[in-house]
């Protein structure tokens, strides 16, 4: 990998892909809409030489490509607002795609579970059977066969997968990073789906560590990839964990179907989670069997130790 650029960079994966880029000395370009969050991540990793900026518009394949210009390797960590993911995700994708095919580039693209469905094995390889039975699910199979279309004939790309995710860098978007940053803020919180039920989570330094380790393997091109967190854990852990690292006991109010149909009246977003709620009742495990078999070990961070560095950094960032 002679250069990078990372395609949403100020999200909660792209700012850990370039966080550990830079770590590495990779010449990278952190690509965004906003100046003002470009620039704060520029300054959280204490502006290195090797790190420039670019702002632009994903939709737009030009804004993409003009920034682009020089680089070999594009991740595209961009996305879209939950509730629009049916109708804006695969022209986003597109969009990249079609910079990067005018250019030549690798991509690596990051995507979640959604395509596997339901699941149909202990820990799923990436040869589980994809038959989504979800809007998203099937939204997120069809962005697959979109970045695997053979008319990006200039690409060669691959897809990360990553389970539900936590780390100084997740935000709203993610399920579990409002929950953190509420309990780091000693706020009341709201956690999405059943805290009785053990579920797998990613720290997200993690993840980047292998998703850049991936990048680098030109073997890795043309497949999917899954990114396994380190163990299964309990909404009922987690809360107990971050509210033991924050020093705080606010009440965290666990979110069902009901309850996210009436958010959902109000805030649109809450409503799209209901149909995606079966993943916190039948938790579905990424093998990470084909990773250590072609790249090596996994890198993992215990849960304990992940969820208060989280809150540590949560806290940090948010003193006055």
């Known amino acids: 990998m002679k250069k990078a650029i990372v395609v949403g960079a100020t999200g909660g994966t792209g700012a850990v892909v370039t966080a550990e880029l830079v770590k590495g000395g990779v010449p990278v370009i952190a690509f965004g809409r906003s100046r ?59 969009s990249i795609m079609e910079a990067a095919n005018r250019l030549s580039l690798k991509v690596v693209a990051i995507d979640g579970i959604y395509p596997y469905g339901r699941r149909q094995m202990n820990k799923v390889t990436e040869d589980h059977p994809k038959q989504p039975h979800t809007k998203k699910g099937k939204t997120r199979l069809a962005f697959e066969q979109m970045i695997f279309s053979s008319r990006w004939n200039n690409v060669r790309a691959m897809i990360v997968r990553l389970p539900d995710y936590y780390g100084p860098t997740a935000n709203q978007a993610s399920y579990l990073g409002g929950t953190l940053e509420a309990i780091a803020a000693g706020k009341m919180a709201f956690f999405i789906g059943n805290m009785k039920v053990p ?12 998703v850049v380790e991936l990048a680098g393997h030109d073997q890795a091109y043309g497949q999917n990839w899954n990114i396994p967190g380190s163990d299964m854990i309990s909404g009922h852990e987690i809360v107990r964990v971050a509210q033991e690292a924050s020093g705080t006991k606010k009440s965290v109010i666990p979110l069902g179907r009901t309850g996210l149909s009436v958010l959902g009246l109000f805030v649109p977003v809450m409503k799209e989670i209901v149909e995606m709620l079966y993943l916190t009742e039948e938790p579905l495990r990424l093998s990470g069997e084909k990773y ?4 090596g070990k996994i890198p993992t ?15 940090q960032k948010n003193k006055p």
């Open 292 to 295: 250590e078999r072609y790249i």
């Open 301 to 315: 961070t215990n849960h304990a130790d992940g969820i208060a560095a989280t809150i540590r950094a949560l806290q």
């Open 199 to 210: 579920r797998e989570y990613v720290y997200l330094p993690d993840a980047a560590i292998m």
């Open 36 to 94: 003002q969050k470009l620039e704060e991540l520029a300054s959280q990793l204490g502006h290195p030489a090797h790190l420039s900026l670019a702002i632009g518009d994903a939709f737009r394949p030009d804004d993409v490509a003009a920034a682009a210009k020089e680089t070999d390797v594009l991740f595209h960590c961009a996305n879209v607002p939950y509730h629009e993911m049916t109708s804006k995700l695969i022209p986003l994708g597109e």
